[in-house]
């Protein structure tokens, strides 16, 4: 058995929270108030047997791990005329930090 | 010195919270958003002596475990009739995870 | 690298949280519901490379540590003109609670 703090973006956190329902993965969320590095995270905890740690891995980084996005910069509406201009840019998004963490011994009332 | 991670029903909270108080236990409570498995639950951190650890135990144990509960179904509002023939039913309620923790070194400032 | 939980009073959490962006340490906040028995705290996690522990333990302590602070007692609206009696007292504000915890290993996706 391992311990499981696995911190993703709040944009990450509903995908995470189905696919580790679907591998039938227990998880309590933590809520941040506003991480400063890292603003509008989650914090998943997940106890985890180690014969299920690479499958869970997987998941969180499936779930969340760093990628580029295509997005439309907002339109400036000072010059609408200049619509035509905008292209969607390419930024990065998604990203986890994962600690697994040995425990001494688990319980369950 | 361990850290305990306990993770209890909302329901449960209070009760454990009080019981620590009563045994002169320091907790800290980390609220959960909507943890999707177990909606409502609150995680306690709470930093130990080995020597306490049994008693902690028994009284996360004693707050907050699985146990059945009595409750009356509530009453079906388009047969208003038929409320003579509402039994109260048993429900499971409560649970607990516990998370023992090993740590390196502990502070207070 | 090892997981830093340290638990410090509200007020003294954006101090520490500045001093940690000066560092360039990265940190997830977490909110608490009213920690019983420390109402109104903030608990950090950190994830930190062993050779800047010291320094990280440094900046906790230095942002939170239990302190004496003067404060002006609220003036007793019932007898207003006893305001020239009132003098500033020492209080205790502050305190921080930090455990180190050993991790089996760390990913960043
Ligand atoms: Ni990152
Ligand atoms: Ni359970
Ligand atoms: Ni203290």
């Known amino acids: 058995m391992k311990l499981i703090v696995a911190i993703v973006q709040d944009k990450d956190s509903t995908r995470l929270s189905n696919s580790l329902i679907d591998a039938d993965i227990r998880a309590t ?17 997940i106890g985890i ?3 299920r ?4 891995l997987e ?4 779930s969340s791990q760093k990628r580029e996005q295509f997005m439309t910069p907002p339109i400036n509406l000072d010059s609408p005329m200049e619509v035509t201009h905008t292209y969607p ?3 990065q998004v998604g990203g986890a930090t994962v600690f697994i963490l ?7 009332f």
């Open 29 to 45: 969320k933590l809520s941040t108030t506003g991480g400063f590095l890292r603003a509008g995270n989650t914090t998943f905890l």
């Open 53 to 56: 740690l690479d499958e869970t």
């Open 59 to 62: 998941i969180i980084k499936k």
């Open 102 to 108: 040995p425990i001494d011994s688990f319980y369950h």
């Open 49 to 51: 047997d180690e014969a």
């Open 89 to 91: 840019i390419e930024v």
